[in-house]
Nanobody
Framework: QVQLVESGGGSVQAGGSLRLSCVASGRTSSNYVMAWFRQAPGKEREIAATISWSGVNTDYTDSVRGRFFISRDNGKNTVYLAMNSLKPEDTAVYYC?????????????????????WGQGTQVTVWS
């Protein structure tokens, strides 16, 4: 079992920045693909960014590409999401997710069903 705890959410004016953190605990000896999903009010949950276990590969949904940056520190069992140039449409609950990489240092997963472990979420509100 892996437990994920997000932090760093809050309320920010449009154009501002936030950095989310997700700390993993439990069976962190395994190598995990990590991702940030988000769910806006009245909408389905969508992936925002994903990162391979090695950190070499990253991918983003088009709406955040160039503004959001995912990174990880495996020594601290932590994944980050730096969010810049925030827009009101970025308002959502942001969830951290993890899934085993099965020894593949480069693999990424992009669908919700591929992720096994989930955090409780952190609210991000962007006002104009």
């Amino acid at each position: 079992q892996v437990q994920l705890v997000e932090s760093g959410g809050g309320s920010v004016q449009a154009g501002g920045s936030l950095r989310l953190s997700c700390v993993a605990s439990g069976r962190t000896s395994s190598n995990y693909v990590m991702a940030w999903f988000r769910q806006a009010p009245g909408k389905e949950r969508e992936i925002a960014a994903t990162i391979s276990w090695s950190g070499v590969n990253t991918d983003y949904t088009d709406s955040v590409r160039g503004r959001f940056f995912i990174s990880r520190d495996n020594g601290k069992n932590t994944v980050y999401l730096a969010m810049n140039s925030l827009k009101p449409e970025d308002t959502a609950v942001y969830y951290c997710a993890a899934s085993p990489s099965y020894g593949n240092a480069a693999v990424m997963y992009v669908t919700e069903s591929q992720y096994v472990y989930w955090g409780q979420g952190t609210q991000v509100t962007v006002w104009s």
